[in-house]
Protein backbone atom coordinates (compact mmCIF):
# COMPACT_ATOMS: atom_id res chain seq x y z
CA UNK A 1 0.00 0.00 0.00
CA UNK A 2 1.29 3.60 -1.13
CA UNK A 3 -0.12 6.45 -0.43
CA UNK A 4 0.29 10.00 -2.46
CA UNK A 5 -1.16 12.72 0.02
CA UNK A 6 -0.32 16.15 -0.33
CA UNK A 7 -1.94 19.35 1.59
CA UNK A 8 -4.07 20.65 -0.16
CA UNK A 9 -3.60 18.49 -3.33
CA UNK A 10 -4.78 14.93 -4.25
CA UNK A 11 -4.79 11.66 -1.87
CA UNK A 12 -4.19 9.09 -3.18
CA UNK A 13 -3.78 5.48 -2.45
CA UNK A 14 -2.32 2.39 -4.67
CA UNK A 15 -2.90 -0.67 -3.28
CA UNK A 16 -0.97 -2.98 -5.38
CA UNK A 17 -1.12 -7.11 -5.30
CA UNK A 18 1.18 -9.54 -6.92
CA UNK A 19 -0.45 -13.37 -7.28
CA UNK A 20 1.29 -16.16 -8.93
CA UNK A 21 1.05 -19.96 -8.50
CA UNK A 22 3.56 -22.59 -7.77
CA UNK A 23 4.98 -23.65 -11.14
CA UNK A 24 3.34 -21.40 -13.17
CA UNK A 25 5.18 -19.49 -16.00
CA UNK A 26 3.05 -15.88 -15.48
CA UNK A 27 2.06 -13.85 -12.77
CA UNK A 28 -0.65 -11.18 -11.77
CA UNK A 29 -0.15 -7.56 -10.72
CA UNK A 30 -3.62 -6.24 -9.43
CA UNK A 31 -3.71 -2.52 -8.50
CA UNK A 32 -6.39 -0.15 -6.83
CA UNK A 33 -6.03 3.49 -6.63
CA UNK A 34 -8.85 4.85 -4.44
CA UNK A 35 -9.35 8.56 -4.06
CA UNK A 36 -9.07 8.73 -0.09
CA UNK A 37 -10.02 12.00 0.20
CA UNK A 38 -12.77 14.61 -0.08
CA UNK A 39 -12.20 16.30 -3.47
CA UNK A 40 -13.33 14.75 -6.81
CA UNK A 41 -9.10 13.97 -7.98
CA UNK A 42 -7.27 13.35 -11.13
CA UNK A 43 -4.74 10.23 -11.53
CA UNK A 44 -2.67 8.85 -14.45
CA UNK A 45 -1.59 5.14 -14.46
CA UNK A 46 1.60 4.44 -16.82
CA UNK A 47 3.08 0.70 -16.37
CA UNK A 48 7.09 1.46 -17.80
CA UNK A 49 7.61 -2.09 -18.19
CA UNK A 50 11.27 -2.44 -19.24
CA UNK A 51 11.81 -5.80 -20.77
CA UNK A 52 16.00 -6.74 -21.45
CA UNK A 53 17.79 -9.73 -22.88
CA UNK A 54 17.38 -12.72 -24.23
CA UNK A 55 13.67 -11.85 -25.09
CA UNK A 56 15.42 -8.79 -26.98
CA UNK A 57 17.69 -8.71 -29.55
CA UNK A 58 18.82 -7.77 -32.94
CA UNK A 59 15.62 -8.49 -34.80
CA UNK A 60 13.48 -9.04 -31.82
CA UNK A 61 10.12 -8.36 -32.96
CA UNK A 62 7.03 -6.12 -30.76
CA UNK A 63 3.67 -7.97 -31.79
CA UNK A 64 0.30 -6.14 -30.90
CA UNK A 65 -3.02 -6.61 -32.23
CA UNK A 66 -2.91 -2.79 -33.13
CA UNK A 67 -6.06 -0.71 -35.06
CA UNK A 68 -3.72 2.11 -35.35
CA UNK A 69 0.07 3.17 -34.63
CA UNK A 70 1.51 6.88 -34.46
CA UNK A 71 4.85 7.92 -33.69
CA UNK A 72 5.37 10.34 -30.90
CA UNK A 73 7.57 12.65 -32.55
CA UNK A 74 9.81 13.56 -35.68
CA UNK A 75 12.46 10.63 -34.31
CA UNK A 76 9.92 8.29 -33.87
CA UNK A 77 8.82 8.88 -37.74
CA UNK A 78 11.96 8.45 -38.82
CA UNK A 79 11.37 5.19 -37.72
CA UNK A 80 7.85 4.09 -38.81
CA UNK A 81 8.46 1.50 -41.44
CA UNK A 82 9.92 -0.42 -38.67
CA UNK A 83 8.24 0.47 -35.41
CA UNK A 84 7.43 -3.22 -34.38
CA UNK A 85 11.32 -4.41 -34.98
CA UNK A 86 14.56 -3.47 -32.53
CA UNK A 87 17.56 -3.37 -33.12
CA UNK A 88 21.15 -4.83 -31.38
CA UNK A 89 22.59 -2.69 -28.54
CA UNK A 90 23.18 0.30 -30.46
CA UNK A 91 25.50 3.09 -28.82
CA UNK A 92 24.13 6.75 -29.53
CA UNK A 93 20.65 5.78 -30.35
CA UNK A 94 17.87 7.93 -29.52
CA UNK A 95 14.56 6.83 -27.93
CA UNK A 96 11.82 6.12 -30.34
CA UNK A 97 8.16 5.85 -28.94
CA UNK A 98 5.25 4.74 -30.39
CA UNK A 99 1.54 5.35 -29.36
CA UNK A 100 -0.81 2.72 -30.18
CA UNK A 101 -4.53 1.83 -30.39
CA UNK A 102 -5.10 -1.77 -29.44
CA UNK A 103 -7.86 -4.10 -30.71
CA UNK A 104 -9.55 -5.97 -27.46
CA UNK A 105 -11.89 -9.24 -27.75
CA UNK A 106 -15.07 -8.80 -27.10
CA UNK A 107 -14.53 -8.29 -23.37
CA UNK A 108 -12.20 -6.13 -23.94
CA UNK A 109 -8.85 -8.07 -22.98
CA UNK A 110 -5.73 -8.19 -25.14
CA UNK A 111 -2.07 -9.17 -25.78
CA UNK A 112 0.97 -8.05 -26.39
CA UNK A 113 4.57 -9.37 -27.05
CA UNK A 114 7.56 -8.80 -27.32
CA UNK A 115 10.11 -12.06 -28.79
CA UNK A 116 13.74 -12.68 -29.82
CA UNK A 117 14.71 -12.74 -33.24
CA UNK A 118 14.76 -16.99 -33.00
CA UNK A 119 11.31 -16.31 -32.41
CA UNK A 120 12.23 -19.45 -29.14
CA UNK A 121 11.61 -17.10 -26.20
CA UNK A 122 9.25 -14.10 -25.32
CA UNK A 123 7.16 -11.92 -22.90
CA UNK A 124 3.55 -11.56 -23.02
CA UNK A 125 1.36 -9.12 -21.64
CA UNK A 126 -2.10 -9.38 -20.51
CA UNK A 127 -4.15 -6.36 -19.63
CA UNK A 128 -7.85 -4.76 -20.69
CA UNK A 129 -8.22 -2.16 -22.72
CA UNK A 130 -11.22 -0.99 -20.61
CA UNK A 131 -9.16 -0.50 -17.98
CA UNK A 132 -5.86 0.84 -19.86
CA UNK A 133 -7.27 1.94 -23.32
CA UNK A 134 -3.78 3.49 -24.21
CA UNK A 135 -0.64 1.60 -24.54
CA UNK A 136 3.05 2.61 -25.84
CA UNK A 137 6.36 1.26 -26.40
CA UNK A 138 9.70 2.93 -25.99
CA UNK A 139 12.28 1.54 -28.16
CA UNK A 140 15.55 2.36 -26.22
CA UNK A 141 18.32 -0.20 -28.04
CA UNK A 142 21.06 2.02 -26.66
CA UNK A 143 24.43 -0.13 -25.28
CA UNK A 144 24.08 -2.52 -23.16
CA UNK A 145 25.77 -0.06 -20.18
CA UNK A 146 23.48 2.43 -21.33
CA UNK A 147 20.42 0.02 -20.78
CA UNK A 148 19.24 -1.74 -23.80
CA UNK A 149 15.94 -2.34 -23.38
CA UNK A 150 12.27 -1.86 -24.81
CA UNK A 151 9.07 -0.43 -22.27
CA UNK A 152 5.57 -2.36 -22.99
CA UNK A 153 3.66 0.73 -21.74
CA UNK A 154 -0.12 -0.17 -21.17
CA UNK A 155 -1.60 3.33 -19.78
CA UNK A 156 -4.86 5.33 -18.87
CA UNK A 157 -3.57 7.87 -21.05
CA UNK A 158 -0.66 8.91 -23.42
CA UNK A 159 2.20 10.07 -21.96
CA UNK A 160 1.75 13.99 -23.03
CA UNK A 161 1.49 16.81 -21.67
CA UNK A 162 -1.73 16.39 -18.97
CA UNK A 163 -3.54 19.46 -20.03
CA UNK A 164 -3.08 18.29 -23.45
CA UNK A 165 -4.85 14.81 -22.47
CA UNK A 166 -7.29 16.53 -20.00
CA UNK A 167 -8.43 18.44 -23.66
CA UNK A 168 -8.29 14.69 -25.25
CA UNK A 169 -10.54 13.47 -22.38
CA UNK A 170 -8.41 11.04 -21.60
CA UNK A 171 -7.38 12.18 -18.43
CA UNK A 172 -9.80 9.91 -15.28
CA UNK A 173 -11.03 11.40 -12.42
CA UNK A 174 -12.02 9.95 -9.39
CA UNK A 175 -14.77 10.74 -7.14
CA UNK A 176 -14.13 10.76 -2.81
CA UNK A 177 -13.68 7.12 -1.99
CA UNK A 178 -14.16 5.76 -5.91
CA UNK A 179 -11.68 3.20 -6.61
CA UNK A 180 -9.88 2.08 -9.98
CA UNK A 181 -9.03 -0.96 -11.08
CA UNK A 182 -6.13 -2.43 -13.19
CA UNK A 183 -4.87 -5.80 -13.84
CA UNK A 184 -1.35 -7.10 -15.84
CA UNK A 185 -0.78 -10.24 -16.52
CA UNK A 186 2.75 -11.30 -17.33
CA UNK A 187 4.05 -14.69 -18.99
CA UNK A 188 7.37 -15.83 -19.75
CA UNK A 189 7.76 -18.16 -22.90
CA UNK A 190 9.92 -20.33 -23.16
CA UNK A 191 9.81 -22.19 -26.64
CA UNK A 192 8.79 -21.55 -30.73
CA UNK A 193 5.42 -23.41 -30.02
CA UNK A 194 4.85 -21.36 -26.66
CA UNK A 195 5.37 -18.29 -28.86
CA UNK A 196 3.82 -18.84 -31.97
CA UNK A 197 0.59 -19.48 -30.25
CA UNK A 198 0.50 -15.73 -28.55
CA UNK A 199 1.52 -14.82 -32.32
CA UNK A 200 -1.28 -16.14 -33.59
CA UNK A 201 -3.58 -15.50 -30.87
CA UNK A 202 -3.05 -11.96 -31.79
CA UNK A 203 -3.55 -11.52 -35.56
CA UNK A 204 -6.75 -13.55 -35.16
Known amino acids: IVDECTMFGPQLRLESTVRTAVGSNAFEVIDEVTNVGGSPTEFQMLYHNNVGEPFLDGGAKIVCPSAEVAPRDARA??????????????PGYAEQVYYYRLIGDEAGETVVLLRNAAGDVGLSLRFSTRQLPCFVTWKCTQSE?????????????FPNHKSFERKMGRVISLEPGQTYSMKLKFAILTSKQEVSAVEKEIAQ
Do not use: H, M, S
Open 145 to 157: RDGYVVGLEPATN
Open 77 to 90: AEGIATYDACLEPT
